[in-house]
């Protein structure tokens, strides 16, 4: 019982971490960090730093270890808690297979410990030279988190969650391109209305971008006046800037569905615990990354062109460490991507898939919710028929509607990434 009455609260604060990483981005981006006081609001410059805030995800992610340590801790306790209870008592020899009666044990597993037991004791360990096979879906993690993140300087939060959609899609591709798995003819419908859904959610940040139109006269308006609506707005900066951040989060898909393609490869061969993978991921990713900048300030920062820019290393520290917002925030989210991995994996590893496909909604959701509620953003039809084609699709995919043609039944689909990897932020 006790086991079952942790899965809510798991699921929870993954919900709650999840929220926090997109929405406490997005109020770094929106300090001001330079000419604060101009009446001028666009001569202020806000923080502008998407390769710190991906740095930020890095030491979140390598906290997981001090969750490998804590356990670690508390198992030493427990044995040498058993041993000096049976210290004095005689028992038998046993010749049986302790390690296999473990591993086919019917008891139930604490969900929080599932993320230190091994994929699959067969395999391969991971350990050795070979952890370094976990740099490669980093890089990929680097790239995808830093696209993102630059992304979100130009779009509000939901069409942020709302795009990051398209990740299915990539997915999908890849996994019958590389793991040569076989989608159905349902999926690739399915896949077809995710892009229709992003699509329509991307229209809808780049035309009602800022416009407070009632609900009646924006249902009446759509059809007739989007036309002239896009050739006049197309020009807009504010339109372009919005259509840039989509892309770029669309595009950042691509480097995050080719880091869960090599995560499934690469665990698909090799045994490692789930929470020791973030982990490793996190140092390498965090070491490349700091590589990086130094490189990048050294080429471009350092130029006058480079100044302020992304890569002024200078300057990003001088932010960080100067604004108590920025600092504070940075420290909320490092703390709240290693919360959202430690709880992620413990319910992806507990519950199915239509529970982690409806967490997922609702994190989308709740953060277009709060994003209302701060002002951040306008609430807009074209965005929910967006997000409900957006839903359709990935939970169509997943299996978990029916396809709306009897010939698209089947009977059992193929799982694409049996090793479930979760977004790490």
């Not at 798991?10 to 981006?29: H, I, P, S």
């Not at 896949?191 to 971008?209: D, H, M, N, R, S």
């Given at each position: 019982?006790?086991v079952?009455?942790?899965?809510?609260?798991?699921?929870a604060?993954?919900?709650?971490t999840?929220?926090?990483?997109?929405?406490?981005?997005?109020?770094?981006?929106?300090?001001c960090?330079?000419?604060?006081?101009?009446?001028?609001?666009?001569?202020?410059k806000?923080?502008?730093?998407?390769?710190?805030?991906?740095m930020?995800?890095?030491?979140?992610e390598?906290?997981?270890?001090?969750?490998?340590?804590?356990?670690?801790?508390?198992?030493?306790?427990?044995?040498?808690?058993?041993?000096?209870e049976s210290?004095?008592?005689?028992?038998?020899?046993?010749?049986?297979?302790?390690?296999?009666?473990?591993?086919?044990?019917?008891?139930?597993?604490n969900?929080?410990?599932?993320?230190?037991?091994?994929?699959?004791?067969?395999?391969i360990?991971?350990?050795?030279?070979?952890?370094l096979?976990?740099?490669?879906?980093?890089?990929?993690?680097i790239?995808?988190?830093?696209?993102?993140?630059?992304?979100?300087?130009?779009?509000v939060p939901?069409i942020?969650?709302?795009?990051?959609?398209?990740?299915?899609?990539f997915?999908?591709?890849?996994?019958?391109?590389?793991l040569?798995?076989?989608?159905?003819?349902?999926?690739?419908f399915?896949?077809?209305?995710?892009?229709?859904?992003?699509?329509?959610?991307?229209?809808?940040?780049?035309?009602?971008?800022?416009?407070?139109?009632?609900?009646?006269e924006?249902?009446?308006?759509?059809?007739?006046?989007?036309?002239?609506?896009?050739g006049?707005?197309k020009k807009s900066?504010?339109?372009?800037k919005?259509?840039?951040?989509i892309?770029?989060?669309?595009?950042?898909?691509?480097?995050?569905?080719?880091?869960?393609?090599?995560?499934?490869y690469?665990?698909?061969?090799?045994?490692?615990?789930?929470?020791?993978?973030v982990?490793?991921e996190?140092?390498f990713?965090?070491?490349?990354?700091?590589?990086?900048?130094i490189?990048l300030?050294?080429?471009i920062?350092?130029?006058?062109?480079?100044r302020?820019?992304?890569?002024d290393?200078?300057?990003?520290?001088?932010?960080?460490?100067q604004?108590?917002?920025i600092?504070?925030?940075?420290?909320?989210?490092m703390?709240s991507?290693?919360?959202?991995?430690?709880?992620?994996?413990?319910?992806?590893?507990?519950?199915?898939?239509?529970?982690?496909?409806?967490?997922d909604?609702?994190?989308?959701?709740?953060i277009?919710?709060v994003?209302l509620?701060?002002?951040?953003?306008?609430?807009?039809?074209l965005?929910?028929?967006?997000?409900?084609?957006l839903?359709?699709?990935?939970f169509?995919f997943?299996?978990?509607?029916?396809?709306?043609?009897?010939?698209?039944?089947?009977?059992?689909t193929?799982?694409l990434?049996?090793?479930e990897?979760?977004?790490?932020?």
């Amino acid at each position: 019982m006790a086991v079952k009455a942790l899965i809510p609260f798991l699921v929870a604060m993954m919900l709650v971490t999840g929220v926090c990483n997109t929405l406490l981005t997005k109020y770094q981006d929106n300090i001001c960090v330079r000419d604060c006081d101009s009446p001028d609001p666009k001569d202020r410059k806000n923080f502008e730093q998407p390769v710190v805030q991906t740095m930020q995800m890095f030491i979140g992610e390598m906290g997981c270890w001090l969750f490998v340590g804590a356990f670690s801790l508390y198992k030493k306790y427990t044995a040498k808690k058993a041993g000096s209870e049976s210290q004095g008592e005689y028992e038998p020899v046993s010749t049986r297979d302790t390690d296999g009666d473990s591993i086919r044990s019917t008891t139930p597993i604490n969900p929080a410990a599932k993320i230190m037991v091994l994929n699959n004791e067969d395999r391969i360990p991971l350990v050795g030279k070979r952890v370094l096979l976990l740099s490669l879906p980093a890089i990929c993690d680097i790239c995808g988190t830093t696209l993102m993140n630059v992304g979100l300087l130009f779009v509000v939060p939901s069409i942020y969650q709302m795009t990051r959609g398209a990740l299915v899609l990539f997915v999908g591709l890849f996994s019958v391109v590389f793991l040569r798995r076989r989608l159905h003819l349902f999926q690739w419908f399915a896949l077809f209305t995710v892009v229709i859904g992003v699509a329509i959610v991307g229209l809808a940040g780049a035309l009602y971008k800022d416009n407070k139109v009632s609900s009646g006269e924006a249902a009446m308006l759509m059809i007739r006046e989007v036309i002239a609506y896009v050739g006049e707005q197309k020009k807009s900066p504010e339109a372009i800037k919005t259509i840039i951040g989509i892309l770029l989060i669309a595009g950042a898909q691509i480097f995050t569905a080719s880091q869960f393609v090599l995560e499934e490869y690469i665990l698909e061969q090799y045994a490692l615990e789930p929470l020791k993978v973030v982990g490793w991921e996190g140092l390498f990713g965090f070491v490349v990354t700091v590589f990086g900048m130094i490189v990048l300030h050294l080429a471009i920062g350092m130029t006058p062109k480079g100044r302020y820019g992304y890569f002024d290393l200078v300057e990003a520290w001088h932010e960080v460490t100067q604004f108590k917002g920025i600092a504070l925030s940075s420290i909320l989210i490092m703390i709240s991507i290693g919360g959202f991995n430690f709880f992620g994996l413990s319910v992806t590893r507990t519950v199915s898939a239509t529970s982690r496909s409806t967490i997922d909604t609702c994190r989308t959701l709740f953060i277009w919710i709060v994003s209302l509620f701060l002002g951040w953003e306008t609430f807009k039809w074209l965005q929910v028929l967006g997000f409900l084609l957006l839903v359709y699709g990935t939970f169509l995919f997943n299996g978990l509607v029916r396809p709306p043609l009897r010939k698209c039944i089947v009977g059992d689909t193929e799982e694409l990434l049996p090793e479930e990897p979760i977004e790490h932020n």
